[in-house]
């Protein structure tokens, strides 16, 4: 009976929600849309006025030039490289270091988890010079080295999977322990499987600060050879004789390859995401 | 066992990580090891420095050339960085605004020595005009070998001056008067730059100065100074001309769409205008800028140099002679479409010669005269903040936010403070 | 007991401890060779007058000293920078818990909105800022809509009252799905029965959220506001591609500053500015602990 006296109000209500929503998505999209069709422009239309919605004439030949004359392709491959190591990286030792934390007790363990804590609070800044100065030492510098090393690892993965560990049930870890598995036997076969959702939000979190990252390469590389996507895009931004559509194809080829990897992962990203922010 | 895999997964890591350091040291070399050494240029697509590695490496067959193609602010920045500790390249093109910093803290290498006095044979100040050699000396060392020169001259289209019936301006009141008959709404104005190159050039040009001839006193709030700086605002104020802020875009789009008809820039921007505006040929030509009381303009350009803590000095220094052979410096011309510094390459035939696209005539004559009264910024080590006062100043006036007195005021106390330090 | 025992007794309990060291060991060297030693170095460096190419003076904190008192255009970064962060602040959040409400709503589509939103998150600040340069440009998308309803067209960039809001845009325009997509998450965790029972006591929608809703997302409200508030302060790749600081230092920020005084070749003062905001997010970081203890 409600139901039915309230029905023309809730699809008003409804339509309202749509309307809103549907709106502000474009909103949101525009920016996308423009620089994908900037993209396919030639240079002289990329300001006309009126601006055009759609180009007209459509052309490709700005994806071509920015391969052919800028190396794209180098930038591509080492953004895909740095990303996909550092991941790995991640992965393997924030597990590791996180398991052992959660649930294993050693002396000085409080300690020296605070201890590391202390580094998230440092903004890469305040690091960034006396850190380049290492690589320098070590002889990193322009190399794929100074790229990755230092991102191994980070604090901000292991108090993520921290989180996710904690919640284990330890009768598991004993079990496999009586059964006969080392410690590393335990967290292969019991821990790794159950953290799957936190891992792939770490995979996720990782690959895309290591896709966008851009003062750390910059700082940290001299040669075209080993610049990722970022780093080159905005020098492309910068050299005085480049066209604004060439510089919108390096924008839609920088972003392409992350958003189809949300696009793919979208689900179990969110899910990690929000749990991440919820326990906290 | 499950412990041993773990172990040895991660010595494996590590070594690997380790043992790959000192993988780039390079050893000092005796004259006739083979040696790399590295080069950066920030010249871009139309470089003459990536023509020459070629013939020096046959002339060489001990040196290998490692060449890196940056562009001007990755250049600054990378410089910034390895001159701080790291591996600075070799050989690195220099802006000239880059030595006071540089220089003053001993960054780069004192080439008197290291050349034995002479460049190819020549006496630094034979192969120079004396402020090209002055622009390149700091404290009475050679920092690096001026390769390209910089000085700002106008250009104008000289099409539509033809079409309306007007005469090239050669002083303030002349460039007032054509630059409103030029205008049309927003169109076909005079650009506007608000930083220290177009500022400083409005004040030589009445006298004026940044600093006191000791480098102790900020002068660039004197009288002259700011009659001329308000004097280059009434052309804002007329709408004739147009503020070139960030958002216009480049400045080489405002040639192309017609909204800059002239401008004041340096040798190198005919280079520009040929590869990206190529429809615009025979409209522009150049004349020395229209003056106060006298004809001025910034110094600056190119220059190649070694900096201090670079492994291959004489190697380097190799390179850079060769770079410099009269031969080779006719190539910053007809590679780049800049000005060579050496005085010989300039007054060549090659060079010196009638432009199709600036209808015909000889820029360089129109350089070379600019070149005589121009002047290098003060190589102080506190340049920096200077610059970054008076041109805070200059976008404060050009924005109309203060009167051309307040601003430089403000700026020359900061300057001050910063001189005092 | 023979001493043979106690030191089988010890061995065996470290024994007990290599694993979880070995698993901890690579994190924790990476954090004090590649974190820790820095921030020695660099507070080292902020107390003292150094180039990096000439050796370093010591001048004990004169660098802090002059950066409060001496340095205008440092005050102006601290001013910028705080600016930017409330207008952020106020904006990002407010949006992203109005659209994770309406997609609360049992709206069809969800993932396909959710996805709009959130796409911009997933984009570098360098993309960001080099498509929003175009979008801004005087002839670009914004002033020809202005222009075509009949406004004057707007200097966004070159305008210094302006510039800093337009890079907030931007930057607002990138931020805020995240926030969307944790607030809806977190409203999709509120029990419906505390909603139904509202409505049956007459409670409209206002008083639902406010008696409701907010006190339910209390926490994730103040985790969103602490995190953006210490992000939001180290702001710099979008004033490094989009206004270089400018006009008029109006965009200039304190990590833009900072990385202008290392291009200067001032290591030590460069460094003090990093601490100073070193120390401005602890702070912020203590009001989030003191915040989440509170239960």
């Not at chain 2, 070139?244 to 480049?250: F, H, L, N, T």
């Not at chain 2, 789009?253 to 429809?279: H, L, T, V």
Request: hydrophobic fraction near 45%; aromatic fraction near 14%; include cysteine.
């Amino acid at each position: 009976m409600n139901r039915h006296r309230t029905s023309t109000r809730d699809l008003f209500g409804r339509f309202g929600i749509y309307l809103v929503l549907i709106a502000s998505s474009i909103l949101m999209v525009i920016p996308f849309y423009w620089s994908v069709s900037t993209s396919l422009k030639l240079e002289q239309f990329v300001f006309a006025s009126p601006p055009q919605w759609w180009p007209s004439p459509l052309t490709f030949q700005n994806y071509i030039s920015v391969f052919t004359k800028i190396h794209f392709q180098t930038y591509f491959f080492n953004s895909v490289f740095v990303a996909l190591v550092t991941t790995f990286a991640h992965v393997f030792f924030d597990t590791l270091a996180a398991y052992a934390f959660a649930k294993l007790t050693f002396p000085g363990r409080d300690k020296i988890f605070f201890f590391m804590l202390l580094g998230l609070m440092v903004p890469f800044q305040v690091n960034l010079i006396p850190l380049y100065r290492i690589m320098s030492t070590l002889s990193w510098t322009n190399t794929y080295l100074a790229l990755i090393v230092p991102n191994l690892t980070g604090v901000f993965g292991i108090f993520l999977m921290r989180q996710y560990l904690i919640s284990i049930p330890n009768d598991l870890l004993d079990a496999a322990r009586i059964d006969g598995c080392g410690e590393f036997g335990v967290f292969r076969r019991v821990v790794l499987p159950l953290a799957v959702p936190g891992i792939a939000t770490l995979i996720i979190l990782t690959f895309m600060g290591t896709w966008n990252d851009f003062l750390w390469p910059r700082i940290v590389t001299s040669s075209e050879a080993l610049y990722t996507l970022p780093v080159g895009l905005a020098q492309l931004q910068m050299k005085n004789t480049s066209n604004e559509a060439q510089i919108m194809a390096g924008t839609v080829l920088t972003a392409l390859p992350m958003i189809l990897v949300f696009l793919f992962m979208q689900r179990q990203f969110i899910e990690g995401m929000t749990a991440g922010a919820l326990k906290e | 066992m499950r412990i041993n895999k773990v172990l040895i997964g991660m010595l494996l890591i590590m070594s690997f990580v380790l043992g790959a350091c000192g993988s780039g040291a390079q050893q000092p070399a005796a004259s006739n090891e083979k040696v790399t050494i590295t080069v950066w240029d920030y010249y871009g697509e139309a470089t003459p420095i990536k023509p020459l590695i070629e013939g020096f490496q046959k002339e060489n067959p001990n040196i290998t050339v490692q060449y890196e193609a940056l562009d001007w602010d990755t250049t600054l920045e990378k410089l910034n960085v390895v001159t701080t500790g790291g591996t600075p390249p070799d050989v690195v093109t220099t802006d000239m605004t880059w030595i006071p910093k540089f220089a003053a803290l001993g960054g780069f290498t004192d080439l008197k020595p290291l050349s034995g006095g002479k460049l190819n044979g020549e006496a630094w100040d034979q192969a120079y005009t004396p402020g090209g050699l002055e622009a390149i000396t700091y404290k009475d060392q050679i920092v690096a070998a001026l390769y390209d020169f910089d000085v700002y001259a106008l250009y104008y289209r000289a099409d539509l001056l033809e079409q309306k019936g007007l005469q090239v301006p050669k002083t303030w009141d002349e460039l007032k008067d054509v630059s409103l008959k030029l205008a049309e709404g927003d169109k076909y104005l005079y650009q506007w730059g608000a930083d220290t190159f177009h500022g400083s050039q409005w004040i030589y040009e009445n006298g004026g100065d940044l600093l006191s001839a000791d480098n102790k006193t900020v002068v660039f709030n004197s009288p002259e100074a700011v009659a001329a700086t308000q004097t280059y605002l009434d052309l804002l104020t007329n709408k004739s001309a147009i503020y070139w802020g960030a958002d216009q875009g480049e400045r080489i789009q405002g040639i192309k769409d017609g909204r800059i008809a002239m401008f004041s820039d340096g040798p190198y921007n005919m280079g520009i205008m040929k590869s990206a505006a190529p429809e615009m040929a025979g409209k522009w030509k150049v004349a020395l800028h229209p003056y106060g009381k006298q004809p001025g303009s910034y110094l600056g350009g190119t220059g190649l140099a070694i900096p201090a803590q670079a492994k291959q000095k004489e190697a380097a220094w190799k390179f850079i002679e060769y770079a410099m052979r009269v031969e080779n410096q006719i190539g910053v011309y007809t590679y780049a479409g800049a000005a060579p510094a050496l005085t010989a390459a300039l007054q060549s035939p090659e060079v010196n010669v009638a432009d199709p696209y600036f209808g015909g005539q000889k820029p360089f004559d129109v350089f070379l005269e600019a070149m005589k009264t121009a002047k290098h910024f003060p190589y102080v080590r506190q340049w920096n903040d200077i610059d970054v006062a008076f041109s805070t100043a200059m976008e404060q006036i050009g924005l109309g936010q203060k009167p051309v007195k307040d601003a430089l005021d403000e700026a020359a106390a900061i300057a001050t403070d910063a001189l005092s330090k | 007991m023979t001493v043979g025992s106690i030191t089988g007794h010890r061995k065996r309990r470290w024994g007990k401890y290599v694993m979880p060291y070995l698993f901890i060991a690579v994190p924790l060297l990476s954090f004090i060779i590649f974190v820790f030693i820095p921030m020695l170095v660099s507070f080292w460096w902020s107390l003292n007058d150094y180039s990096g190419i000439q050796p370093p003076r010591f001048i004990g904190f004169q660098n802090y000293i002059d950066l409060f008192t001496r340095d205008k255009y440092f005050l102006q970064a601290l001013r910028n920078t705080s600016i930017f962060v409330l207008l952020g602040m106020s904006i990002g959040p407010t949006l992203g818990l109005l659209t994770a409400i309406l997609l609360n709503q049992k709206v069809n589509f969800q993932a396909i909105f959710r996805t709009a939103y959130y796409l911009p998150v997933m984009t570098s600040l360098v993309v960001v800022s080099t498509i929003w340069v175009m979008l801004y440009n005087q002839n670009g998308l914004f002033n020809s809509i202005l222009h075509a309803i009949g406004i004057q067209p707007v200097r966004w960039l070159s305008n210094p009252s302006i510039a800093l809001v337009s890079v907030a845009i931007a930057s607002i325009w990138q931020g805020f799905g995240f926030e969307t997509v944790i607030f809806l998450a977190a409203l999709q965790s509120i029990p419906r029965e505390l909603y139904e029972a509202a409505m049956i006591d007459g409670a409209n929608g206002w008083q639902q959220f406010r008696y409701i809703t907010v006190p339910s997302l209390r926490f994730v409200i103040a985790f969103v506001y602490i995190y953006g508030i210490i992000g939001s302060y180290q702001v710099f790749d979008q004033v490094f591609v989009m206004t270089s600081g400018g006009p008029v230092h109006s965009t200039t920020t304190l990590v833009y500053y900072l990385f202008s005084k290392f291009q200067d070749l001032r290591l030590g003062y460069a460094s003090a500015i990093a601490y100073i905001l070193f120390a401005i997010l602890v702070v912020f970081s203590l009001i989030e602990l003191r915040l989440s203890r509170e239960k």
